[in-house]
């Protein structure tokens, strides 16, 4: 367990429908990376926050994308109308302030999307 | 061509052996150079980290980086069958260090 906490694990939905997934970072960690992992693939940035501000966005990130972080703590990924080619692991990573510090990352939520 | 290349394996050896990893990039600005481990339908779990060029040991694992070629390599000696996974490595730029590039991963698989 590296401390960062994803919620759920796993979601199944039906094309169109929209999901949302939940980070948890380490508490201490301003910095919140959001990837997306596709099977065979590295993960992919597709966003960051330092603490609430969400500072950059991948050009993977389309406009059906949206990424928040309401007072720096948690951070939610809401993907609407979704599409098969959304099937992913959805990975969250935290990173705290100091130029030694560590990423770590959760465990990741594994989407289908059918 | 992508920015971070990896052997993509997979590789298989017997236990005991040594085993070396490497990626090369094209970025000059990646200064932070990661090798993750990930076990099936997992989150990457860090290994090793290293601040620009040279070597950093830690038990069973070496990490080289040579950013004169711009290419990293981890090594691992006396392989376990629990070392059977994906390796991943990532490299990030001192602008941002926590926005990594990895490679696609190579699955290492150690025979008892």
């Known amino acids: 367990d590296t401390g960062v906490s994803q919620d759920p694990r796993h979601k199944i939905t039906k094309r169109g429908q929209n999901v949302t997934f939940r980070c948890d970072p380490i508490s201490e960690h301003n910095r919140l990376y959001w990837y997306r992992q596709t099977l065979g693939q590295g993960p992919e940035f597709l966003t960051y926050f330092q603490n609430e501000a969400q500072l950059e966005k991948s050009r993977l990130l389309s406009d059906r994308f949206s990424a928040e972080r309401p007072k720096g703590s948690f951070s939610t990924l809401e993907i609407q109308r979704t599409e098969q080619g959304d099937s992913a692991m959805y990975l969250c990573a935290s990173l705290g302030v100091t130029s030694t510090d560590t990423q770590y990352f959760g465990p990741g939520t594994r989407l289908t999307v059918l | 061509q992508k920015e971070v290349e990896q052997d993509p394996g997979p590789l298989s050896v017997p236990e005991g052996a040594i085993v070396s990893l490497n990626c090369t990039y094209s970025n000059s600005a990646f200064q932070y150079f990661m090798w993750y481990r990930q076990y099936s339908r997992k989150g990457p779990e860090l290994l090793m980290y290293t601040y620009s060029s040279g070597n950093k040991e830690d038990g069973r694992f070496t990490a080289q980086v040579d950013k004169s070629s711009k290419y990293i390599s981890l090594f691992i000696r006396d392989s376990q069958p629990s070392d059977s996974a994906t390796y991943l490595c990532?490299?990030?730029?001192?602008?941002?260090?926590?926005?990594?590039?990895f490679g696609d991963g190579t699955t290492l698989t150690v025979k008892p």
């Open positions: 990532a490299m990030s730029a001192r602008t941002n260090a926590g926005k990594s590039t």
